[in-house]
């Protein structure tokens, strides 16, 4: 076990559940790094804690730290999405994530680890091992990976309570509640300030102001574009547009989201009432560019936009909205007519308590690689084409 007695502790295994924004941060900060976290968990009335580091960055000596942390001879879990077991071999019930515990230790190392958590990679077979149902220390920890935009796969051991204060004070280990993690999003939003605004003249809208909000704990700005000077006592005309870099930026055929932001763009600066552009960074519906690359390539071997997501361990859609709810309630709009094909934008938006007076539906045409895309948004997500 690597020791550095001069590590202050970063905080204390004491810590109340109440959502602990800036330590969700540190710790996603963490499981990118491929460090080691601790997450606790309440089951039946008792405190479960687990040590975890992310599968995906796994290095061999983050690997190695943790097995250390295990009592002798114990295997790490590998928490891995159910349809990735399945694929697997193993034929497991409905619970969306299962571990896998292998019975000989040294049959896993960090290489063996990527292979069974991403689904792009092949593995030539399983070790032998049992399965069993994650904690929910495990299932907040797959929550705190998805936050960190990694794949949805961890790997955990067990750590008792008196362990727990030393790993936190001596390793300068980072030790949270699985409720914070899983109040993270909401207390986020909730949290959002506008720090910075300016005018920028668009090609399409040259009377635009960007405003940008920024949450408490640092995370990413989400923008709102507002174009002229709409008025706030009428149903104000918007666009929730979802970050897509190779879309709105690199100009990609692969999806319709150039085409959407700047005909947004058009239409509300030509409708002469202004309105307003929500930019969120919800980068490939909420799963991150990386994870979208990853599902473009399993699309390229056959599954569709919804299943490739499903494969990777994801929900076909992660994103939220109450971060674009809580900014029009900053800007003072609280009714919207919303620039959308997509039903669950107007539910989203109103269970946070905005008015959606009207739906404007906003189509362009396919452009030859996008079809199937289209098609499968309307065949299988409800969207209104
Ligand atoms: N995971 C994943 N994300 C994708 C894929 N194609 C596009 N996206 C992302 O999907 C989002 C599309 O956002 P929007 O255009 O705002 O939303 P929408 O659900 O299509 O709804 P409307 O355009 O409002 O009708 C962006 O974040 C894109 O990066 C894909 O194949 N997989
Ligand atoms: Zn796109």
């Given at each position: 076990m690597?020791q550095?007695s001069?590590?202050p502790?970063?905080?204390?295994?004491?810590?109340?559940?109440?959502?602990?924004?800036?330590?969700v941060?540190?710790?996603?900060?963490d499981?990118?790094?491929?460090?080691?976290?601790l997450?606790?968990?309440?089951?039946?009335g008792?405190?479960h804690?687990v040590?975890?580091?992310?599968?995906?960055?796994?290095?061999?000596i983050?690997?190695?730290r943790?097995?250390?942390?295990?009592?002798?001879?114990?295997?790490?879990a590998?928490?891995?999405?159910?349809?990735?077991?399945?694929s697997?071999?193993?034929?497991?019930?409905?619970?969306?994530?299962?571990?896998?515990?292998?019975?000989?230790?040294t049959?896993?190392?960090?290489?063996r680890?990527?292979q069974i958590a991403?689904?792009?990679?092949d593995?030539?077979a399983?070790?032998?091992?049992?399965?069993?149902?994650?904690?929910?220390a495990?299932?907040?920890?797959?929550r705190?990976?998805?936050?960190?935009r990694?794949?949805?796969a961890?790997v955990?051991?067990?750590?008792?309570?008196?362990?727990?204060?030393?790993?936190?004070?001596?390793?300068?280990?980072?030790?949270l509640?699985?409720?914070?993690?899983?109040?993270?999003e909401?207390?986020?939003?909730a949290?959002?300030?506008?720090?910075?605004?300016?005018?920028v003249?668009l090609?399409?809208?040259?009377n635009?102001?960007?405003?940008?909000?920024?949450?408490?704990?640092g995370?990413?700005?989400?923008?709102a574009?507002?174009?002229d000077e709409?008025a706030?006592?009428?149903?104000v005309?918007?666009?929730?547009?979802?970050?897509c870099?190779?879309?709105?930026l690199?100009?990609?055929?692969?999806c319709?989201?150039?085409?959407?932001?700047?005909g947004?763009?058009?239409?509300?600066a030509?409708?002469g009432?202004?309105?307003?552009?929500?930019?969120?960074?919800?980068?490939?519906?909420?799963?991150?560019l990386v994870?979208?690359?990853?599902a473009?390539?399993?699309q390229d071997?056959?599954?569709?936009?919804?299943?490739?997501?499903?494969?990777?361990?994801?929900?076909?859609?992660?994103r939220?909205?109450r971060p674009a709810?809580?900014?029009l309630?900053q800007l003072?709009f609280?009714?919207?007519?919303?620039?959308?094909?997509?039903p669950?934008?107007?539910?989203?938006?109103?269970?946070?308590g905005?008015?959606?007076s009207?739906?404007?539906?906003?189509?362009?045409?396919?452009?030859?690689?996008?079809?199937?895309?289209?098609?499968?948004?309307?065949?299988?997500?409800?969207?209104?084409f």
């Amino acid at each position: 076990m690597t020791q550095s007695s001069a590590a202050p502790a970063r905080n204390n295994a004491n810590l109340t559940p109440a959502t602990d924004l800036v330590t969700v941060s540190r710790a996603v900060a963490d499981l990118r790094r491929g460090e080691i976290v601790l997450v606790q968990g309440h089951e039946n009335g008792e405190a479960h804690n687990v040590a975890v580091i992310a599968a995906e960055p796994l290095s061999r000596i983050g690997f190695d730290r943790l097995c250390d942390i295990a009592s002798d001879g114990v295997s790490p879990a590998i928490v891995i999405p159910r349809v990735r077991a399945k694929s697997l071999g193993q034929a497991c019930k409905n619970d969306p994530f299962i571990a896998f515990v292998s019975e000989d230790r040294t049959a896993i190392d960090a290489d063996r680890l990527g292979q069974i958590a991403n689904p792009l990679l092949d593995l030539d077979a399983l070790p032998k091992g049992d399965w069993r149902p994650v904690s929910v220390a495990e299932s907040a920890a797959i929550r705190l990976a998805k936050l960190a935009r990694l794949l949805p796969a961890v790997v955990t051991v067990a750590v008792a309570a008196d362990q727990l204060e030393s790993l936190v004070r001596v390793q300068n280990l980072l030790v949270l509640q699985s409720e914070s993690i899983n109040g993270y999003e909401n207390a986020s939003a909730a949290s959002l300030r506008q720090v910075s605004e300016a005018r920028v003249p668009l090609e399409d809208a040259e009377n635009a102001t960007v405003i940008a909000f920024r949450p408490e704990d640092g995370g990413q700005e989400h923008l709102a574009i507002v174009i002229d000077e709409p008025a706030k006592d009428k149903p104000v005309l918007i666009r929730l547009h979802s970050e897509c870099f190779t879309g709105d930026l690199i100009g990609s055929l692969r999806c319709d989201c150039g085409p959407q932001l700047r005909g947004a763009i058009s239409e509300i600066a030509r409708n002469g009432q202004g309105g307003i552009v929500l930019y969120l960074r919800q980068e490939g519906r909420g799963i991150g560019l990386v994870n979208k690359l990853r599902a473009y390539a399993l699309q390229d071997r056959g599954f569709d936009t919804l299943d490739a997501n499903e494969e990777l361990g994801f929900d076909a859609d992660e994103r939220v909205y109450r971060p674009a709810a809580e900014m029009l309630r900053q800007l003072g709009f609280e009714s919207v007519r919303l620039l959308t094909n997509n039903p669950e934008k107007m539910t989203g938006l109103e269970s946070w308590g905005v008015k959606v007076s009207e739906r404007v539906p906003h189509k362009f045409p396919s452009n030859g690689h996008n079809e199937f895309y289209l098609q499968t948004k309307k065949d299988r997500a409800g969207h209104l084409f």
